[in-house]
């Protein structure tokens, strides 16, 4: 078997598995030599197609793969889907609203809608953010199963800005609070002087697949606007996911 065969099994393998995959787990199920597999492991994450998750030792499928097929976009019924809702969003508020799915141990933007106004909250699809800082990648990850939550946050939490939680045991009781609300804020956490709120789009089984959000500077985010947003993402969210489903049924 060629050397490029055996590199691929080892990713198909990878990304077959339903939950992150340890080397000893890898070497049995490719029937291949332990050091052949780990430097294939290794080339392939260099290149991100693979993640290594240091606190478990366990591989995962890595962003490269979203970026590898970014040219056919596995994810364009999702955004179409979204669009009208995202439309609606950002017309309604005149603020930058945002799609984003979990892509290994970030959150990654596949559609934003920028508001009219000079000043607004800006990033760029195809973009990454943190999982921890972020009001999109703090709601992805409450409505995932705990055990796998625990997996994906990462063991060292970046400090974005000064307000930004970067105790691991908090987060983790955050995403608790967040579950029973519904919803998801970034307080200036991950760029000074922002605020963002982001409701989940979930699976039959209560899962998030995706997530929207509507962020702004914080100065434009009052508590009486606050709930209004939430009034208005909450049911388009739930919309979005009944459309879903229905596509899939």
């Known amino acids: 078997m060629q ?84 439309q609606e969003l950002r017309d309604r508020f005149n603020e930058t609203v945002n799609l984003g799915v979990l892509a290994a141990s970030e959150v990654l933007y596949l559609d934003i809608m920028e508001s009219r106004r000079s000043l607004r909250m800006q990033a760029k699809i195809g973009s990454t953010g943190h999982l921890h800082s972020t009001a999109l990648g703090k709601v992805l990850l409450a409505f995932q199963p705990r055990d796998q939550a625990e997996r994906i946050l990462p063991s060292v939490l970046v400090p974005m800005t000064a307000r930004t939680i970067v105790d691991r045991q908090r987060i983790l009781e955050q995403l608790d609070v967040i579950r029973a609300t519904g919803y998801a804020v970034d307080e200036g956490e991950d760029e000074e002087g922002s605020c963002c709120i982001a409701a989940p789009i979930l699976n039959d089984k209560g899962n998030a697949i995706a997530a929207m959000s509507l962020s702004a500077p914080d100065n434009r985010m009052t508590g009486v606007i606050r709930q209004t947003i939430c009034a208005q993402l909450i049911p388009a969210c739930h919309a979005v996911a009944q459309i879903i489903r229905g596509t899939m049924s």
Request: charged share 20%.
């Open 3 to 86: 050397p490029v065969v055996k590199a691929l099994q080892v990713l198909q393998l990878v990304c077959e598995a339903p939950q992150p995959v340890s080397l000893n787990e890898l070497v049995k199920a490719a029937d291949l030599p332990k050091t052949t597999v780990f430097r294939y492991l290794r080339s392939l994450a260099s290149k991100r197609l693979i993640e290594h998750e240091e606190a478990t030792d366990r591989y995962r499928p890595g962003i490269g793969l979203w970026q590898l097929s970014h040219s056919s976009n596995p994810y364009e019924m999702l955004r179409q889907i979204c669009q009208p809702h995202l």
